[in-house]
């Protein structure tokens, strides 16, 4: 294999990394693949002396970076309101999303939920979390996000207040598309069941 071919497969790398970022529904995510996209394609477009490609994906790569900090650095202006499962607010929510939420959680077990909070960041909803209290544990039954707000402080914010009335929360859920979100939020498996406590 010659140098060159290798520099066209390096090349036709960023290029593809760059698209594929662009089908991310995480900002997140978007944002850390096209940087690492416009490393890749710059890199090779300095090797074939287009100068102009590569500056502008060292630009492109500087606007993701800056974008990247602000994302993580900003404080989300989050707060939430405890209501139940008959509220207009959170039917019309789990209809709005119910083809996401279905991918993570039973939206059929919604109606044996005792505790439901809604989480908005400023005046937008930004998620819904319902759960069936069990003594000083609450078993989770649906702890969604909406897409934009996956990469966000959500979680910690919303376990830090429900940290004020419960020991233990306990996802017990059989959906593996949920678990890594688990384990990222200080969930520990005990027996078959995904539990977060609290010191």
């Known amino acids: 294999m010659t140098n060159q071919l290798i520099w066209e497969i390096i090349g036709y790398a960023g290029s593809a990394l760059v698209l594929v970022s662009l089908l991310m529904t ?32 060292v630009a492109l790569f500087v606007i993701d970076v800056f974008f990247l900090i602000k994302i993580l650095s900003d404080k989300a202006d989050f707060s939430c309101v405890n209501t139940s499962v008959s509220d207009p607010i959170v039917n019309h929510f789990c209809e709005q999303f119910s083809t996401d939420i279905s991918q993570y959680f039973d939206l059929s077990q919604m109606q044996s ?10 005046e937008t909803v930004a998620g819904l979390l319902a759960g069936k209290s069990e003594g000083n544990r609450l078993k989770l039954i649906i702890d969604y996000t909406t897409q934009q707000y996956r990469d966000c ?17 306990v996802y017990a859920g059989t959906n593996e598309k949920h678990v890594p979100y688990c384990l990222k939020m200080g969930f520990e498996k005990v027996n078959g069941e995904y539990i977060k406590t609290f010191a």
């Not at 939920?113 to 400023?122: G, K, M, P």
């Open 26 to 57: 995480s900002i997140v995510k978007l944002r850390v693949i096209n940087a690492i996209g416009c490393v890749v394609f710059s890199t090779y477009a300095f090797v074939i002396h287009s100068i102009p490609t590569a500056l502008m994906n």
């Open 113 to 122: 939920a005792d505790r439901v909070v809604v989480i908005f960041d400023n």
């Open 153 to 169: 402080k959500v979680g910690p914010y919303i376990y830090d207040v429900l940290s004020n009335s419960f020991n233990e929360l």
